[in-house]
């Protein structure tokens, strides 16, 4: 019988193989235990873009509701801008001084005057103004704050856009849910905790380049 040779050494080969299947199974094991930790998404809703419908403007912020309207933005702007001129008795330099130091607060928003003179309302977040808070949100009423805010809502021709920053989202869907009861459609932004709110002339969002 003929000489076969020296037998082949495969004992590096299965340790090579052995970590291979070593590995293949921590992954395995690492993959099942991320799925395991998954929580259900829901897609985020985007911002409405009808052309047909307008806007009508809240914040949830600390889980509390805040209106924003373009209306008292503007109102508030003219008044200040009325009593500045009083003060510098028609001086645009000394207008155009004050103008830059010169912040509003209005419902729970902090408004930056140099924008708001050209029709662009920049809104910061008041850190302690007190907004609406819901007791009962199924027994909100027309009579009650959001209720009232809702009422003259014409569903054909606007909706409702909610800023909703990380620590509203109760509200948010409270808010919501008492929206789609009324048959009005719902639209959300969501915000950081310090994100301003950019709104541009007649009303509309000032979206990021």
Known sequence: MGNKGPAMDLSSFTDIMTCILGILVLIILLTGIDASQITVLVSTPKELTSDDKSPVLF???????????????????????????????????????????????????????????????????????????????????????????LAPIDPNTQFVCFFVRPDSYKVFQQARALSWLRGINVSCELLDEKDVIRIGPGGERLLPQ
């Not at 008292?72 to 009083?86: G, N, P, S, Y």
């Not at 708001?116 to 027994?139: C, H, N, S, W």
């Open 59 to 149: 914040e949830c912020r600390n889980n509390q509701l805040f209106s924003i309207s373009v209306e008292e933005l503007k109102k508030a702007v003219d008044l200040k801008t009325e009593d500045i001129r009083q003060r510098v008795q028609g001086d645009q330099t000394e207008f155009l001084k004050m103008a830059g130091q010169t912040f509003l607060e209005v419902e729970g928003q902090r408004v930056d005057y140099t924008y708001a003179l050209t029709g662009k309302y920049v809104l910061m977040p008041i850190a302690d103004a007190e907004g609406y808070k819901f007791e009962r949100y199924l027994q909100e009423t027309d009579a009650m704050w959001f209720g009232s805010r």
